[in-house]
C-alpha cells in the first residue's frame, strides 16, 4: 500500500505542473505578463511586485511608472539599496537586450551587502504612455546558481503584451 502511495504521489506531481504566480504588468493596460514560481514568496509593494526565492537567497521585483512617478520609483529603490546595505563597487556593466521581445537596458552592479559580494542587475524596460517597468535581480553568484532555473525561468516567461 505505502508503495501504491508513492508511486500515486510522483506521478501526480509528474502530470500537474508547479503552480505558479501569472502577473500583468502594468496591472491597468499591460505591456508584459510574467510568471513567479509559486514556491516564491510574493508581495505586492508601491510600483510592483516584490518576489523571494523559497530558500531566502534571491530577491526579484518587478515595478512600473509613468509620468512623474517614475522619479519616485527610482528614489524609491535608492532608498531601498540604502537599507539593504548594499553599495556598489563601481559603475555598472551596461547592455542593450531584448527580453521576451521588449527592449531594454540592463545595468550591472558588483556589489556588496551584509553578506559579502553580490551582484544587482537593474534591467529598464520601455512601457509606452510615458511609462518605464524595472526589472530588479539581486543576489550573490552562488545564490543565481542554486536558483538557476527558477531565475530562468522567470525570466523566460516575460512576455509582450501586442
Known sequence: MKRLLMAVAILSGAL????????????????ATIVIPDSWDLEETEFGYSAVSSDEDVVFSIEYAGGSRVDKMFEANEKW?????IVPK?????????????PAKAFTYQATDPD????????LFPAGNNRVMLLTLWASQSARDENKADISSILSSIKAIN
Open 16 to 31: 500537474f505542473p508547479a503552480y505558479a504566480k501569472n502577473l500583468a504588468v502594468p496591472g491597468k493596460n499591460p505591456v
Open 81 to 85: 539599496m540604502i537599507d539593504q546595505e
Open 90 to 102: 563601481g559603475k555598472p556593466l551596461e547592455e542593450e537586450l531584448t527580453i521576451g521581445g521588449i
Open 116 to 123: 559579502g559580494d553580490t551582484i544587482i542587475d537593474f534591467v
